[in-house]
């Protein structure tokens, strides 16, 4: 009778997971298997098996290799800042501090303007003719020469990386406050008792209860910085300087050129590189974790 009921039970959960997972293998199993057949045929259409060859082609690419060492260079340069000014503004926004909620709002903004529209802003401060630059000679820093154009020089990294920050900082300062918030405050109390002064508090106690939280806004960091392409395509299109040519820009022109081949074996490397990126970080913190305990 239990086996029964337990079957019964099982195949009505079944019914009721069957849209889910025939959205699932529509939208994203089937692209995927799609996918992988692509990158490992020499066409799209009536195509024979290669194997490794469009991979192997696609490391000597010198454009490719110039996307990926941009890519790179990014994640390792924005990846920290990000989690340092947002941790720094969460402790300075958890103290009693006037128009703290005021301010907890304004850095949680950018979550909900639209990116098309504020583009539009960092367009004009940046522009060759842009704000940025009729600041610069007022000030008198210009020293006659001709205003530059920020998004079309070495400047450029600079720019897109003021806005992934303005993009991310709030949401990362939301968890770390929430982490902040959890940590009794008896412990703090007691180790002040204890002669502890604040930056040994800091250390010993609030780094060691955040690290749960400071793994998650590591894990969503580094996917963000994955995704700037749409920011960095509306500011400079298709074809940006080659400073801030990212592997998103070269997969999107491969797409527009049809060559499927390219397109699926970039996505498919940099898929596998997220993968194991973040394995790897699963285990460092499930090591952390158990020292910790």
């Not at 098309?116 to 940025?132: E, I, M, N, P, T």
């Not at 580094?222 to 298709?238: H, M, P, Q, W």
């Amino acid at each position: 009778m239990l086996r029964r009921l337990h079957n019964h039970e099982g195949m009505t959960a079944l019914w009721f997971l069957l849209p889910s997972l025939a959205g699932f293998a529509v939208f994203f199993a089937i692209p995927f298997a799609m996918g992988l057949r692509f990158s490992l045929m020499d066409s799209p259409v009536d195509g024979t098996f290669v194997g490794l060859d469009n991979y192997r082609e696609l490391l000597a690419n010198p454009v490719f290799r110039r996307a990926a060492a941009n890519t790179f260079l990014f994640t390792v340069i924005c990846v920290p800042l990000n989690m340092l000014l947002s941790l720094g503004l969460a402790m300075a926004l958890n103290r009693p501090l006037p128009l703290r909620q005021t301010f907890r709002i304004s850095f949680l903004s950018p979550l909900v303007v639209p990116v098309a529209s504020v583009v539009l802003v960092w367009k004009a401060l940046f522009d060759q003719h842009g704000v940025l630059n009729g600041w610069i000679a007022d000030w008198g820093w210009s020293r006659g020469a001709s205003p530059k154009d920020w998004l079309e020089s070495s400047s450029a990294l600079g720019v897109v990386l003021v806005v992934y920050l303005w993009k991310n900082i709030g949401y990362n300062m939301v968890l770390f406050l929430a982490g902040l918030q959890n940590i009794p405050a008896d412990y703090y109390e007691a180790a002040s008792v204890d002669g502890a002064g604040k930056f040994r508090q800091w250390r010993s106690i609030t780094l060691v209860y955040l690290t749960p939280t400071a793994f998650f806004v590591f894990i969503m960091s580094i996917i963000n910085s994955f995704k700037v392409f749409r920011e960095t395509y509306l500011l400079a299109g298709d074809y940006p300087d080659p400073s801030i040519y990212m592997l998103q820009h070269y997969m999107n022109n491969m797409f527009k050129s049809l060559d499927y081949q390219k397109l699926t074996s970039a996505a498919f490397l940099m898929a596998l590189v997220i993968v194991v990126l973040v394995w790897i970080l699963f285990l460092t913190e499930r090591r952390i974790g158990k020292s910790l305990g």
